[in-house]
Structures are given as structure tokens and as C-alpha cells.
């Protein structure tokens, strides 16, 4: 997938710039028109509403500095997971040699399937 990214990142480029443009503009007219509302209606301007536009009309406009942030945070989350699988397939590759080791102690794996391979069928008749 890493590979893919890098890939396609610069094929899309003039397409990630023609959305960073038209989400810039698409921002900037709503920001704009708020404030015009509020100039014409002769009221002070309240500028935490339009904190939000702006800010995600900022984020469209440098996205592939957010996209690098984000991959940045997501790698390490992706290689620290990376190295929990690995050594939990250890673990489990350990566990299951135990249970093999466990199972070839039993008197019925030494029946059906013994040391050879084709089992001892005398040691299914001992009564116990």
C-alpha cells in the first residue's frame, strides 16, 4: 500500500490542485458572504462561526502537508503493530510446538499415528 501511495501521489497532483482550488474558493465565498450578511444587517461581526470554514478551507489549501502529518502519525502506529504481530506470531509458532509436543505423548496419537507414521494398532487394545 506504501508503494501505491507513492505512486499515485504525484499522478493526482493535478487533480489534488484543482480540489485545493475550487475548496479554497468554495471557503473563501462562504466566509465572505457571512460577513457581507452581517455588514449589511449592521451587526458586529461573530467570527467563531466561521472559524470552522476557515479552518478546514486551510487544510484543503496545504493538503499534502496534512496528508504527510498524517501519514507521519500513522507510520509509527503502523510499524509499532508491525512488531506486536511478529512477536506474537512467536509466540504462537511456541505454543503450537508445546501442543504438538503435548499431543505426541498421548496413547491415541501413538495408536493412529505413532513415530513411523502408520500407528501401533497394539496399543489401542490395552484395557484400562
Not at 502529518?69 to 508491525?82: D, E, F, L, R, Y
Amino acid at each position: 500500500m506504501e508503494q501505491l501511495y507513492t505512486d499515485m501521489l504525484p499522478l493526482c497532483s493535478k487533480l489534488i490542485g484543482v480540489g485545493r482550488g475550487i475548496a479554497g474558493f468554495a471557503a473563501t465565498w462562504y466566509i465572505v458572504s457571512r460577513v457581507w450578511r452581517h455588514i449589511a444587517n449592521a451587526e458586529p461581526i461573530d467570527f467563531y462561526p466561521l472559524f470552522r470554514p476557515f479552518v478546514l478551507g486551510f487544510a484543503v489549501i496545504i493538503f499534502p502537508s496534512v496528508i504527510a502529518m498524517i501519514n507521519g502519525v500513522m507510520n509509527s502506529t503502523v510499524t509499532g503493530t508491525a512488531a506486536m504481530v511478529e512477536d506474537s506470531n512467536k509466540a504462537i509458532a511456541v505454543l503450537l510446538q508445546k501442543k504438538e509436543e503435548a499431543i505426541k505423548k498421548t496413547d491415541v496419537w501413538k495408536m493412529y499415528v505413532g513415530e513411523t507414521g502408520s500407528g501401533d494398532r497394539d496399543k489401542g487394545l490395552v484395557i484400562r
